[in-house]
């Protein structure tokens, strides 16, 4: 039976100078910072450990900045005024600047980029009954190298890369039927979510895979779940929407195995703590116990990194008016979610959010989760301090085939069994580390220790999370 949800407060928070709505967490790719996205014509970055501004990326846009994206070392950012930038992080000017401009100037308002095949990719507004799909070289900007123009009929709201579709799609039995390495996700307020071969300029043959939901898309991604490739959308009235993508009788690409989940899995849904467990002491219960329900107000975001459940569902974030957010997975057994953890506004006043929490990044690699919101605040929470894993609804995770404890038991036997020279190596890794200055504190590092025989659940971990 998993183990009630867990209640955390903020590792670390920080109020931004001037507190600026945070609307999106990037991180570099270069650097260990995070940027941050606001409804203004710059970007700050912030160290991902004392999650202070270190510096403003400025000067180069002259809109609003609708989306960043990073790959291969790079970091790029499109505004609404039609520009789109690559960032030097070191002198923190912009390095590559390109125009959206089809007769006049287009709003970009969704990015992606693909370093290793000298791609941009920009989603637009609905201009003069179009929204474009623009591709450009970075190398020879002045135009686009093509334009998609018919795949979509409103804003472009998303626009990512699914890679390696050969780890996820079978081979076709159609001989006719060309599979791309790279099938371009896009989605847009015309309820439509669309597969695309970024590489071929004929429009009518680059699209390959298409579903209208009905609803006005706020956000989508990919995520792999088994061996397969799920993709998953957020409506603007917080509903979500699941599809797999596999082969269809013919042997092309299809979205299919459509789920749809109401607002009600998400909006405007009581949750009660719980009161005893492990993870609750009576120090903390006296902190929040004038509190006995939280009531969500919204969908912050979809995350599968977090976990997926049996079923293929990926955990969500719900959050309050005040800051408060809940954890959710999906549980098989009853269709519908279930909170995972409670992280809690509180319990000073300078600790956690106190407003609309409007962005969130989890950092896989490291075990932490930062977090904006409307009041300028960004938190950080140390997953990997809690002292019991979260429940992602999948009994094989959550349960370990059992209570854990017999795969414990065995590991700590196989770790008591060390040679010399093994000892040795781990000396000898702990000294290499010293060396390379690996970053250590309240967030990333410190927390490692906090959940007993954390090293030793490494098998365990991965079978949670998975690349996308």
């Avoid at 790959?71 to 930038?85: C, F, P, Q, R």
């Avoid at 690409?253 to 749809?260: G, P, S």
């Avoid at 929040?288 to 969500?296: A, H, L, M, P, Q």
Wanted: charged residues 25%; negative net charge.
């Amino acid at each position: 039976m998993p183990a009630p949800p867990l209640i955390a407060y903020a590792t670390l928070s920080a109020p931004l100078p001037d507190a600026p709505y945070i609307l999106g967490i990037t991180p570099s790719p270069t650097t260990p910072h995070l940027v941050l996205r606001h409804p203004s014509k710059s970007l700050t970055v912030a160290d991902n450990q004392t999650l202070q501004p270190v510096a403003t990326l400025q000067g180069a846009h002259g809109g609003h900045i609708s989306s960043v994206s990073c790959d291969g070392g790079e970091l790029w950012s499109a505004a609404v005024d039609g520009s789109i930038v690559r960032w030097d992080e070191r002198s923190r000017q912009k390095a590559t600047a390109i125009k959206a401009f089809i007769r006049k100037p287009l709003p970009v308002t969704a990015l992606t980029i693909s370093a290793h095949d000298s791609l941009v990719i920009g989603g637009t507004e609905l201009v003069s009954s179009e929204a474009h799909i623009l591709f450009w070289d970075p190398r020879n900007s002045s135009a686009p190298l093509y334009t998609h123009s018919s795949t979509h009929s409103d804003d472009i709201t998303h626009l990512s890369l699914l890679r390696s579709s050969s780890t996820f799609l079978p081979a076709s039995h159609n001989p006719e039927i060309k599979t791309p390495s790279t099938l371009l996700l896009s989605a847009s307020t015309d309820g439509l979510i669309a597969l695309s071969d970024m590489k071929e300029s004929d429009e009518e043959e680059a699209l390959v895979a298409e579903e209208n939901w009905g609803q006005s898309i706020a956000d989508a991604g990919g995520y792999m779940h088994k061996g397969k490739m799920g993709v998953w959308a957020r409506s603007d009235m917080d509903e979500m929407c699941l599809w797999g993508v596999g082969r269809g009788n013919i042997g092309e690409i299809e979205l299919q195995d459509h789920k749809q989940y109401p607002s009600s899995e998400f909006k405007f849904k009581t949750f009660t703590p719980p009161k005893t467990g492990p993870n609750i002491t009576q120090t903390a219960l006296d902190e929040f116990k004038s509190k006995t329900t939280y009531k969500s107000d919204y969908l912050i975001n979809v995350v599968p990194t977090l976990g997926i459940s049996s079923d293929g569902a990926p955990m969500t974030t719900v959050g309050t008016n005040e800051g408060d957010m809940i954890l959710q997975h999906h549980s098989a057994s009853t269709s519908s979610y279930k909170p995972s953890a409670f992280f809690l506004s509180g319990p000073g006043a300078n600790r956690g959010h106190k407003d609309v929490v409007r962005a969130m990044y989890h950092d896989l690699a490291n075990e932490a989760l930062y977090t904006g919101s409307e009041d300028g605040v960004l938190a950080g929470f140390s997953l990997a301090s809690l002292p019991e894993r979260l429940t992602v609804g999948d009994p094989d995770v959550d349960d370990d085939g059992g209570d854990g404890r017999e795969e414990d038991e065995d590991m700590d036997e196989e770790s008591e069994i060390e040679t010399e020279s093994s000892e040795e190596s781990d000396d000898d890794e702990d000294e290499d580390m010293e060396e390379e200055g690996p970053r250590y504190g309240p967030i990333i590092g410190a927390g490692s220790k906090g959940r007993p025989g954390a090293d030793k659940k490494e098998d365990r971990r991965k079978k949670r999370y998975e690349p996308y």
